[in-house]
């Protein structure tokens, strides 16, 4: 009974921990919960860069893909505005080439509708003022007709695509009458000189 007893205490006693062995536990349990947590933002870190190099891939993928598609059109405007100009004049011409012209016509308005499917359309220039960023002054002209720096005349058709211009619009642009100007200028010198004496 007393081997029974005993045999009964012992297991009790192996089952109890020593104070120290359980704080080394906690020790143990605790750098290991730290190092689990490091790794896993570690992870979610290089999970979100992924992500953004994935999502700038692809928009710098769209961007070229779309300056690529933007100088080809560029490109192709030129000879669609010769294509226009020379059926501007079929009307003066006889019938038979008025009949052929009809169908260079709708030829040209399927040009201009696939343009126009990928958002790339002519903009209005004349009566507009003057604008760098989509004008290119070919020529100035001194008139009282205009207000200063508006476009009067459009030689070449600019175009864009959404915001971005992809051609400029090549114009003519009012400018106010010099002798007006040196006229003022000079009553302004006269006046002064006059209120100078007095």
Same mark, same amino acid.
């Given at each position: 009974m007393e081997d029974q007893i005993s045999g009964e205490e012992q297991p009790e006693e192996e089952g109890k921990e020593k104070p120290e062995e359980e704080g080394v536990q906690e020790f143990h349990l605790e750098s290991i919960q730290k190092e689990l947590?490091?790794?896993?933002?570690?992870?979610l870190r290089l999970l979100a860069e992924m992500e953004n190099t994935r999502k700038r891939m &692809?928009?710098?993928?769209?961007d070229t893909t779309r300056f690529a598609v933007e100088n080809v059109v560029t490109e192709f405007l030129a000879p669609l505005d010769n294509f226009e100009n020379a059926l501007s004049f079929a009307h003066? =011409?006889?019938e038979e080439t008025q009949n052929w012209a009809k169908g260079f016509e709708m030829i040209l308005t399927q040009f201009k509708d696939i343009l126009s499917d990928h958002k790339i359309n002519p903009f &209005?220039?004349?009566?507009?003022q003057f604008?760098?960023?989509m004008h290119e002054v070919i020529e100035?002209?001194?008139t009282e007709k205009h207000p200063e720096g508006t476009v009067i005349q459009e030689? +070449?058709?600019g175009y864009k695509c959404g915001d971005r211009i992809l051609r400029p619009a090549r114009v003519k642009v009012a400018k106010g009458p010099a002798k007006e100007k040196e006229d003022e200028e000079n009553s302004q +010198? =006269?006046?002064k000189d006059n209120q100078g004496e007095s």
């Open positions: 947590k490091e790794h896993k933002d570690k992870y &692809q928009k710098e993928k769209h003066q =011409t006889s &209005q220039s004349e009566g507009m604008d760098p960023h100035i002209e001194e030689f +070449v058709r +010198v =006269t006046n």
